[in-house]
């Protein structure tokens, strides 16, 4: 108290001294040497006068500056302007911000961000300069100018985004690979190594404008980066030009450097240059002032002789920390001050005694009061500027002004802080709702997502409890999620498990809207209901809740109950809010209007949110289910193929999940992270075969070499019994023409039955097929098929228009001979397109020349099994369709693997497979994957009709050749057989009697070594 008083005397005592010493020296001026007196009075007068000047430019400069700096103070805490840059910057949640401030305050240049990762966000306020529009190319019109820099190495991009006035972009630009890195510049790192203030950089000459100007900065939390101002000088050179100090006088700004911020009116000449060093500027004024800053005087008048006569030069510094220390100079020539002294100094003489009786009592009554409130004035101010609205609005004051002036500042004070205290809130909680609508929007789980919705409208709110409610198909709203605080109930939400309470039914007993119970009604109306307290409510039916609170010995008081809406869409269901609360207590009070709103925009960020995410799983879940029956459809196409596109994505999702366990070796580094993998290594899975849906069924199922539509072995054994009968007819006819001996004749006719059966018999056994047919028996084969027999009957009658086209245009003259077998012209099938179908695919395969060829004796010569080359290839060709269709398709980024992982299960690791003959660093782990799961299933299949279902065991050490011949990954099929999926796929698939023991060590690696 003693401290405060004493600061309160000097301070009085100083205006006092101040007011008597006027009145002293005009008094002695008056009575003595009038001449001195007036000099000296014009002195003080300017001394005065300069002190007055110098304070409110040291004022303008601490008030720009500080403001400056304050707002780099505030950017840097900004929590939005930790978000990273994406894009063009416009979507960043600061950028608004950026531009309201520019907009605000004309002295800014521009605000920007700056980050650790070279990253650059900055908003520059063109506002239709000229200037500013040459320097950036920007459109005319342009207000505002958003300059975004994001992405690394050879994606890095600048972006140029050009606002009109209200906002509007009128153009974009982007650089790539610009080279301004922010971390580069003169204000990052003074700014990162500074601990928690902001920095001021030295004044420089701005590009666009060139005009003066000063960077304020501030270092970003964690040091992520720093926010930035730039503000010109442009309103501290017109405020210093516009200070009157004399007719020929004026104040310079001066920067450490010594160069020239700002100047009076041609107080250094016209011509001078933004920040021209001072000793460069050819003017008497700017001489004097250099001689002046080198004496290193401050803070008073001082007196110097220069090239006019005597000049007044008061020197100020304006300096706070992190920053250069900026120099004012008030100067003019002495004589301004004296010209009118003579005149005055018959007049002051009279006046000294008047002045002694009237104005030194005045001065001394007033005095007190007056300094009291300035002071309290004073310190109140300062208050408010560091957003602190404590302490006590001054007293009355017997002067007018001052009285108004307190008053009036106390009011505003009043208004400032409640309105202060209102945006803080609205702030915090519009935070809170931007960031709650960023996080529903990756939210990919429905449950969590709820929760979440739930939870964020609780927080809003600070409500005890409430409850999400999901409007079903049968039109009743199912409770989701539940959460009480007082009473500790969490059910449903990110657990999964629902409420075990009954919906509410949307309509009555009548089938009419349910307006009785308030959820139904909100839904129903699609209205907000906000209620203060239940048990006054009438227009609802509270019966339920009346219970629940007896039970529970709770009271359910006030309700906010809002629907989920989302844009142009149908009411998905409701949130439901229960008693809102005293921050900081458990008192019940009613929602606030005012928060309501906020609940409703979280609401519908919610609603469209939860319904973008039930629109997205429904579309992948009629994407699984299409793809499933299209797996199906392939399975139940041919029993040869029986179940297998559907059990070949259940081995091979056993065998990822394994492998995405094992942390050491080659499989260390492979595993799938994301639901996102999952799902497309499944979808590749199961369309592993989509290509089979263009194989025709009578080459998939191909038992004999003749069969197409059918077994052709019936034409082939009808022309033997044409030739057996042609040789009973020729042995009657030569009974009846007794020209030979009957015995002979009959022995003739049995040896050519013999022989007829025996090589029916022999191509019979070719027509089935086997692992290898001997060359002398296609020999046979080749002297059998020349046998001939006569056709009588026109062989292209009853043809489709097709297969005519085939067959040449000179028809024989009948009756013809025709060769027992033959590989006749139109048993040959043009390939559609040539060999041209599959260019651009990369498939290495040999692809024959015709898509079919029908030759009896060219199938019947097949050396093993019953497949021509043609239908080998047209079997083999379902991998490439397979792989045409999937890439023909439009992926997502996220299932562009999808082609990959469908279109390799028939590669090997040494580049034997087909159809493009990739090695193992052409496979990633899930092709290899597909490769073991397509093999294995197709050993232990049992519901194949053409073969018998093989053992575990044996289908083990199949698999194990497949492995010895670097077929597949050996270290897939170690981990295959030690994981033990073998057998748990065995039990799901396998018949019982097919299960038997496998010496699992034999086959692995270490084993084998």
């Given at each position: 108290?003693?401290?405060?008083?004493?600061?309160?005397?000097?301070?009085?005592?100083?205006?006092?001294?101040?007011?008597?010493?006027?009145?002293?020296?005009?008094?002695?001026?008056?009575?003595?040497?009038?001449?001195?007196?007036?000099?000296?009075?014009?002195?003080?007068?300017?001394?005065?006068?300069f002190s007055e000047i110098s304070s409110r430019v040291l004022d303008q400069v601490d008030r720009q500056m500080g403001d400056t700096l304050t707002l780099a103070a505030l950017g840097g805490r900004l929590p939005a302007g930790l978000e990273p840059v994406v894009g063009d910057g416009l979507a960043h949640p600061v950028v608004p911000f950026l531009i309201d401030t520019l907009a605000q305050d004309q002295s800014l240049y521009s605000l920007y961000f700056g980050y650790e990762t070279g990253d650059f966000l900055q908003v520059i306020a063109a506002r239709q300069d000229a200037r500013v529009l040459a320097a950036h190319k920007a459109p005319e019109n342009t207000g505002m100018i958003v300059r975004a820099i994001s992405g690394q190495g050879e994606d890095r991009t600048q972006y140029w985004t050009f606002l009109d006035p209200s906002g509007a972009v009128l153009g974009t630009q982007t650089d790539a690979k610009p080279g301004y890195d922010p971390r580069a510049r003169g204000w990052y790192k003074p700014a990162q190594d500074s601990v928690d203030k902001p920095v001021l950089s030295a004044p420089y000459l701005f590009n666009s404008l060139q005009q003066p100007g000063i960077t304020a900065s501030r270092r970003l939390p964690g040091q992520v980066g720093v926010f930035g101002v730039d503000i010109t000088l442009a309103d501290l050179n017109g405020f210093v030009g516009g200070q009157r100090v004399s007719a020929n006088g004026g104040i310079v700004l001066l920067d450490d450097k010594m160069r020239v911020l700002a100047a009076g009116r041609s107080l250094l000449g016209e011509a001078t240059a933004p920040l021209a060093p001072l000793a460069e500027i050819d003017a008497p004024l700017a001489r004097v002032l250099t001689g002046m800053l080198g004496a290193g005087r401050r803070d008073e008048a001082t007196f110097v002789e220069g090239e006019g006569g005597t000049m007044m030069v008061r020197l100020s510094d304006w300096h706070v920390d992190n920053s250069l220390p900026i120099t004012i100079a008030v100067l003019a020539p002495f004589?301004?001050?004296?010209?009118?002294?003579?005149?005055?100094?018959?007049?002051?003489?009279?006046?000294?005694?008047?002045?002694?009786?009237i104005i030194l009592p005045a001065a001394l009554m007033f005095s007190g009061r007056l300094s009291a409130t300035v002071r309290t004035l004073a310190a109140e101010a300062e208050r408010v500027r560091h957003f602190d609205f404590s302490g006590q609005a001054p007293g009355d004051s017997v002067i007018q002004e001052f009285d108004s002036l307190a008053q009036a500042f106390g009011s505003m004070k009043e208004s400032l802080a409640q309105k202060a205290k209102a945006l803080e809130i609205a702030q915090v909680k519009l935070e809170r709702l931007v960031g709650l609508g960023i996080a529903m929007s990756s939210e990919r789980d429905s449950n969590k997502l709820m929760e979440m919705i739930l939870m964020g409208a609780k927080d809003l709110t600070n409500a005890d409890g409430g409850t999400l409610y999901m409007r079903t198909e049968e039109d009743t709203l199912r409770f989701q999620i539940l959460r009480n605080d007082t009473l500790g109930v969490a059910v449903g939400g990110a657990s999964g498990e629902l409420p075990n309470i009954p919906a509410v039914a949307m309509k009555d007993a009548e089938g009419k809207p349910n307006h009785r119970n308030v959820v139904s009604h909100c839904v129903n109306s699609e209205v907000t209901v906000n209620i203060v307290d239940a048990y006054d409510a009438?227009?609802?039916?509270?019966?339920?809740?009346?219970?629940?609170?007896?039970?529970?010995?709770?009271?359910?008081?006030?309700?906010?109950t809002v629907p989920l809406k989302p844009r142009g869409g149908d009411v998905i269901g409701a949130l439901q809010l229960i008693n809102a609360r005293v921050p900081g207590t458990n008192d019940i009070i009613p929602f606030d209007p005012g928060i309501q709103s906020f609940v409703e925009a979280l609401s519908a960020q919610a609603a469209t949110a939860l319904y973008n995410r039930q629109l997205l799983d429904a579309q992948e879940e009629l994407m699984d289910s299409m793809i499933k029956i299209i797996a199906g459809a392939i399975d139940a196409k041919s029993p040869y193929t029986g179940g297998h596109c559907e059990r070949v994505p259940e081995l091979a999702l056993m065998l990822?999940?394994?492998?995405?366990?094992?942390?050491?070796?080659?499989?260390?580094?492979?595993?799938?992270?994301?639901e996102e993998e999952w799902r497309e290594f499944k979808i590749g899975a199961w369309l592993h075969d989509c290509g089979k849906v263009v194989t025709p069924e009578y080459v998939v199922d191909k038992a004999t070499k003749l069969e197409t539509i059918y077994n052709r072995i019936h034409e082939v054994r009808m022309r033997f019994e044409v030739l057996l009968r042609d040789a009973v007819i020729e042995y009657m006819q030569g009974v009846v023409s007794g020209d030979h001996d009957e015995a002979e004749l009959r022995q003739r006719m049995e040896s050519r039955r013999t022989q007829l059966l025996d090589d029916f018999a022999f191509v019979a056994e070719c027509n089935v097929g086997g692992e290898f047919m001997a060359p002398d028996k296609v020999e046979r084969l080749k002297q059998i098929a020349q046998h001939t027999w006569v056709r009588t009957f026109n062989d292209r009658l009853g043809l489709s228009h097709?297969?005519?086209?085939?067959?040449?245009?000179?028809?024989?003259?009948?009756?013809?001979?025709?060769?027992?077998?033959?590989?006749?012209?139109?048993?040959?099938i043009p390939r559609p397109g040539g060999k041209e179908r599959y260019a651009g695919f990369g498939f290495n395969v040999n692809i024959?020349?015709?898509?079919?060829?029908?030759?009896?004796?060219?199938?019947?010569?097949?050396?093993?099994?019953?497949?021509?080359?043609?239908?080998?290839?047209?079997?083999?060709?379902?991998?490439?369709?397979?792989?045409?269709?999937?890439?023909?398709?439009?992926?997502?980024?996220?299932?562009?693997?999808?082609?990959?992982?469908a279109g390799t299960h028939h590669e090997t690791m040494i580049g034997t497979g087909y159809p493009r003959k990739l090695g193992a660093d052409g496979l990633s782990v899930p092709s290899r994957i597909m490769a073991i799961a397509d093999i294995f299933e197709a050993l232990t299949a049992s519901d194949r009709p053409y073969k018998k279902a093989k053992t575990l065991s044996e289908s083990i050490k199949i698999l194990s050749f497949f492995k010895k011949d670097k077929h597949i990954d050996p270290d897939l099929f170690d981990l295959f057989l030690s994981s033990g999926v073998y057998k748990t796929y065995a039990e799901r698939f396998l018949l019982p009697e097919q299960i038997d023991e496998v010496p699992v060590e034999q086959y692995l690696t270490k084993a084998a070594e």
């Amino acid at each position: 108290m003693g401290g405060s008083k004493r600061l309160r005397l000097r301070f009085h005592v100083s205006i006092t001294s101040a007011i008597l010493a006027v009145i002293v020296v005009v008094t002695l001026a008056a009575i003595g040497n009038v001449y001195y007196s007036s000099t000296k009075a014009a002195q003080q007068s300017a001394a005065t006068l300069f002190s007055e000047i110098s304070s409110r430019v040291l004022d303008q400069v601490d008030r720009q500056m500080g403001d400056t700096l304050t707002l780099a103070a505030l950017g840097g805490r900004l929590p939005a302007g930790l978000e990273p840059v994406v894009g063009d910057g416009l979507a960043h949640p600061v950028v608004p911000f950026l531009i309201d401030t520019l907009a605000q305050d004309q002295s800014l240049y521009s605000l920007y961000f700056g980050y650790e990762t070279g990253d650059f966000l900055q908003v520059i306020a063109a506002r239709q300069d000229a200037r500013v529009l040459a320097a950036h190319k920007a459109p005319e019109n342009t207000g505002m100018i958003v300059r975004a820099i994001s992405g690394q190495g050879e994606d890095r991009t600048q972006y140029w985004t050009f606002l009109d006035p209200s906002g509007a972009v009128l153009g974009t630009q982007t650089d790539a690979k610009p080279g301004y890195d922010p971390r580069a510049r003169g204000w990052y790192k003074p700014a990162q190594d500074s601990v928690d203030k902001p920095v001021l950089s030295a004044p420089y000459l701005f590009n666009s404008l060139q005009q003066p100007g000063i960077t304020a900065s501030r270092r970003l939390p964690g040091q992520v980066g720093v926010f930035g101002v730039d503000i010109t000088l442009a309103d501290l050179n017109g405020f210093v030009g516009g200070q009157r100090v004399s007719a020929n006088g004026g104040i310079v700004l001066l920067d450490d450097k010594m160069r020239v911020l700002a100047a009076g009116r041609s107080l250094l000449g016209e011509a001078t240059a933004p920040l021209a060093p001072l000793a460069e500027i050819d003017a008497p004024l700017a001489r004097v002032l250099t001689g002046m800053l080198g004496a290193g005087r401050r803070d008073e008048a001082t007196f110097v002789e220069g090239e006019g006569g005597t000049m007044m030069v008061r020197l100020s510094d304006w300096h706070v920390d992190n920053s250069l220390p900026i120099t004012i100079a008030v100067l003019a020539p002495f004589n301004d001050f004296t010209s009118h002294i003579r005149n005055m100094q018959g007049q002051m003489v009279a006046l000294a005694g008047l002045v002694m009786l009237i104005i030194l009592p005045a001065a001394l009554m007033f005095s007190g009061r007056l300094s009291a409130t300035v002071r309290t004035l004073a310190a109140e101010a300062e208050r408010v500027r560091h957003f602190d609205f404590s302490g006590q609005a001054p007293g009355d004051s017997v002067i007018q002004e001052f009285d108004s002036l307190a008053q009036a500042f106390g009011s505003m004070k009043e208004s400032l802080a409640q309105k202060a205290k209102a945006l803080e809130i609205a702030q915090v909680k519009l935070e809170r709702l931007v960031g709650l609508g960023i996080a529903m929007s990756s939210e990919r789980d429905s449950n969590k997502l709820m929760e979440m919705i739930l939870m964020g409208a609780k927080d809003l709110t600070n409500a005890d409890g409430g409850t999400l409610y999901m409007r079903t198909e049968e039109d009743t709203l199912r409770f989701q999620i539940l959460r009480n605080d007082t009473l500790g109930v969490a059910v449903g939400g990110a657990s999964g498990e629902l409420p075990n309470i009954p919906a509410v039914a949307m309509k009555d007993a009548e089938g009419k809207p349910n307006h009785r119970n308030v959820v139904s009604h909100c839904v129903n109306s699609e209205v907000t209901v906000n209620i203060v307290d239940a048990y006054d409510a009438s227009q609802f039916d509270f019966s339920g809740t009346k219970i629940f609170d007896e039970r529970n010995g709770y009271r359910s008081q006030s309700f906010l109950t809002v629907p989920l809406k989302p844009r142009g869409g149908d009411v998905i269901g409701a949130l439901q809010l229960i008693n809102a609360r005293v921050p900081g207590t458990n008192d019940i009070i009613p929602f606030d209007p005012g928060i309501q709103s906020f609940v409703e925009a979280l609401s519908a960020q919610a609603a469209t949110a939860l319904y973008n995410r039930q629109l997205l799983d429904a579309q992948e879940e009629l994407m699984d289910s299409m793809i499933k029956i299209i797996a199906g459809a392939i399975d139940a196409k041919s029993p040869y193929t029986g179940g297998h596109c559907e059990r070949v994505p259940e081995l091979a999702l056993m065998l990822a999940e394994e492998a995405g366990k094992v942390d050491s070796g080659p499989l260390a580094d492979f595993a799938f992270t994301t639901e996102e993998e999952w799902r497309e290594f499944k979808i590749g899975a199961w369309l592993h075969d989509c290509g089979k849906v263009v194989t025709p069924e009578y080459v998939v199922d191909k038992a004999t070499k003749l069969e197409t539509i059918y077994n052709r072995i019936h034409e082939v054994r009808m022309r033997f019994e044409v030739l057996l009968r042609d040789a009973v007819i020729e042995y009657m006819q030569g009974v009846v023409s007794g020209d030979h001996d009957e015995a002979e004749l009959r022995q003739r006719m049995e040896s050519r039955r013999t022989q007829l059966l025996d090589d029916f018999a022999f191509v019979a056994e070719c027509n089935v097929g086997g692992e290898f047919m001997a060359p002398d028996k296609v020999e046979r084969l080749k002297q059998i098929a020349q046998h001939t027999w006569v056709r009588t009957f026109n062989d292209r009658l009853g043809l489709s228009h097709e297969e005519l086209k085939r067959f040449p245009a000179e028809e024989p003259q009948l009756p013809t001979l025709e060769k027992l077998l033959d590989d006749k012209s139109w048993h040959i099938i043009p390939r559609p397109g040539g060999k041209e179908r599959y260019a651009g695919f990369g498939f290495n395969v040999n692809i024959p020349d015709n898509l079919y060829n029908f030759g009896e004796v060219y199938n019947l010569s097949v050396s093993r099994g019953t497949l021509s080359e043609e239908e080998r290839f047209k079997i083999n060709e379902h991998i490439m369709q397979t792989i045409a269709m999937l890439e023909g398709l439009p992926f997502p980024k996220h299932m562009k693997r999808v082609p990959e992982y469908a279109g390799t299960h028939h590669e090997t690791m040494i580049g034997t497979g087909y159809p493009r003959k990739l090695g193992a660093d052409g496979l990633s782990v899930p092709s290899r994957i597909m490769a073991i799961a397509d093999i294995f299933e197709a050993l232990t299949a049992s519901d194949r009709p053409y073969k018998k279902a093989k053992t575990l065991s044996e289908s083990i050490k199949i698999l194990s050749f497949f492995k010895k011949d670097k077929h597949i990954d050996p270290d897939l099929f170690d981990l295959f057989l030690s994981s033990g999926v073998y057998k748990t796929y065995a039990e799901r698939f396998l018949l019982p009697e097919q299960i038997d023991e496998v010496p699992v060590e034999q086959y692995l690696t270490k084993a084998a070594e």
